[in-house]
């Protein structure tokens, strides 16, 4: 008889009985959570050196059996399984009977530890960011021809455009967005108008101050001071909105029943910004006008009437137009932006955060380089 040393007040034994190749195992004592490692180092050195071609477990003489008995006697049947053996079980009380079938004794299989991944060199990260962006390249090809076909639809048939959620999207947009580009146009106007003058008044031509910030903010700073706040605000809110409905199988709900997921979600958002974001332009250069005349009238003495005389000077209709035009087409971008990392967005929450987070970053590059393609042409047609 094999006696496993005691621990913990509980301890076990077996007995081995030979018979024509087959072993019978008979344990005595406890099967529990001290007995079962000790257990089964004995028992699979005398498996591996007899290398049997039968094992039976007798449990006529254990005193005290639970799951880690069942581990034990689990473990010696994966044994002789994984070398073509047979493994029965003899004398096994009702109690016994009823914790082996809890855990499904005879079903059960071992599972396969998880295999350590592959440590990835440069060259393959440089290969899956480049398969990532070719695949990033059709998504976003595919997606402008679907609008570009969309809004197609909506010129042929304006009826299927849905009036009340471009409304809708307007007033989120626009409307809501005013205020926070008020502020922030006024503040900005406020500070190039006191920064310059501390210059131009070295030289008595403080009246410039007026030219300067109405050219600056209607040309420049307006439009694009403007697409970055409406990037923020709704660029990400149309990312975040398209992403959850995606995670949450809302758009394929959409699809089969019939309906165009760019038409239905992405063309109103779309009109909206394109609506809306030319308009908070301009309300954006009046305010940061308004900032400037502060400086002007408080600091440098000069009349209300006097400033915006020189503004009206400094500016023409075409300047007016081309900075709204430009606001329209950074619309354009935030929008298509934010709706198409919407469609793309995979997996659980965090994909609609990755989606927001990509929309405004991606909107934000876009709008520096176009303005600076815009700036290009512009020294051209002037």
Same mark, same amino acid.
């Given at each position: 008889?094999?006696?496993?040393?005691?621990?913990?007040?509980?301890?076990?034994?077996?007995?081995?009985?030979?018979?024509?190749?087959?072993?019978?195992?008979?344990?005595?004592?406890?099967?529990?959570?001290?007995?079962?490692?000790?257990?089964?180092?004995?028992?699979?050195?005398?498996?591996?050196?007899?290398?049997?071609?039968?094992?039976?477990?007798?449990?006529?003489?254990?005193?005290?059996?639970?799951?880690?008995?069942?581990?034990?006697?689990?473990?010696?049947?994966?044994?002789?399984?994984?070398?073509?053996?047979?493994?029965?079980?003899?004398?096994?009380?009702?109690?016994?009977?009823?914790?082996?079938?809890?855990?499904?004794?005879?079903?059960?299989?071992?599972?396969?530890?998880?295999?350590?991944?592959?440590?990835?060199?440069?060259?393959?990260?440089?290969?899956?960011?480049?398969?990532?962006?070719?695949?990033?390249?059709?998504?976003?090809?595919?997606?402008?021809?679907?609008?570009?076909?969309?809004?197609?639809?909506?010129?042929?048939?304006?009826?299927?455009?849905?009036?009340?959620?471009?409304?809708?999207?307007?007033?989120?947009?626009? &409307?809501?967005?005013? /205020?926070?580009? !008020? =502020?922030? %146009?006024? @503040?900005?106007?406020?500070?190039?108008?006191? *920064?310059?003058?501390?210059?131009?008044?070295?030289?008595?031509?403080?009246?410039?101050?007026?030219?300067?910030?109405?050219?600056?903010?209607?040309?420049?700073?307006?439009?694009?001071?403007?697409?970055?706040?409406?990037?923020?605000?709704?660029?990400?809110?149309?990312?975040?909105?398209?992403?959850?409905?995606?995670?949450?199988?809302?758009?394929?709900?959409?699809?089969?029943?019939?309906?165009?997921?760019?038409?239905?979600?992405?063309?109103?958002?779309?009109?909206?910004? &394109?609506?809306?974001? /030319?308009?908070? !332009? =301009?309300? %954006?250069? @009046?305010?940061?006008?308004?900032?400037?005349? *502060?400086?002007?009238?408080?600091?440098?003495?000069?009349?209300?009437n006097t400033y915006i005389k020189q503004t009206l000077v400094a500016l023409t209709l075409k300047e007016v137009i081309w900075g709204m035009g430009k606001s329209g087409v950074f619309a354009g971008l935030i929008a298509g932006i934010g709706c198409m990392r919407g469609f793309q967005a995979k997996g659980g929450a965090s994909a609609v955060g990755n989606?927001?987070?990509?929309?405004?970053?991606?909107?934000?590059?876009?709008?520096?380089?176009?303005?600076?393609?815009?700036?290009?042409?512009?020294?051209?047609?002037?």
């Amino acid at each position: 008889m094999k006696q496993i040393p005691p621990d913990n007040d509980s301890s076990a034994a077996y007995e081995i009985t030979e018979q024509k190749g087959s072993l019978i195992l008979c344990f005595k004592g406890r099967m529990d959570i001290h007995s079962a490692a000790p257990l089964m180092k004995d028992i699979f050195a005398v498996l591996t050196a007899k290398k049997p071609s039968a094992v039976s477990a007798d449990l006529a003489g254990v005193s005290y059996f639970d799951d880690f008995g069942a581990l034990v006697l689990f473990e010696i049947r994966e044994f002789m399984t994984e070398r073509q053996g047979k493994f029965g079980l003899l004398n096994v009380s009702p109690g016994m009977r009823d914790i082996l079938e809890q855990i499904r004794f005879d079903t059960c299989i071992r599972c396969v530890p998880v295999k350590k991944k592959r440590s990835v060199n440069m060259v393959m990260r440089m290969g899956q960011a480049a398969i990532g962006e070719a695949s990033d390249l059709g998504f976003m090809l595919t997606f402008i021809g679907s609008v570009i076909s969309s809004l197609f639809r909506v010129l042929c048939n304006p009826k299927s455009l849905r009036a009340e959620d471009t409304i809708t999207q307007m007033e989120k947009t626009g &409307v809501d967005a005013l /205020p926070i580009v !008020a =502020l922030i %146009s006024f @503040l900005l106007g406020l500070i190039m108008a006191f *920064m310059s003058s501390i210059q131009f008044r070295q030289f008595g031509a403080s009246i410039y101050v007026a030219s300067l910030v109405a050219f600056a903010m209607v040309s420049e700073l307006g439009p694009i001071m403007t697409a970055i706040v409406v990037a923020g605000r709704s660029g990400s809110a149309f990312a975040a909105e398209i992403g959850t409905m995606k995670i949450s199988e809302e758009i394929d709900a959409l699809s089969t029943m019939g309906f165009d997921p760019i038409l239905f979600l992405a063309i109103p958002r779309l009109i909206a910004a &394109v609506v809306m974001v /030319p308009l908070l !332009a =301009l309300f %954006s250069n @009046l305010f940061a006008i308004s900032g400037g005349m *502060m400086v002007g009238v408080f600091m440098l003495n000069l009349t209300p009437n006097t400033y915006i005389k020189q503004t009206l000077v400094a500016l023409t209709l075409k300047e007016v137009i081309w900075g709204m035009g430009k606001s329209g087409v950074f619309a354009g971008l935030i929008a298509g932006i934010g709706c198409m990392r919407g469609f793309q967005a995979k997996g659980g929450a965090s994909a609609v955060g990755n989606a927001a987070t990509s929309a405004v970053v991606s909107s934000i590059f876009l709008i520096i380089l176009f303005d600076s393609i815009f700036a290009v042409i512009r020294s051209y047609i002037r």
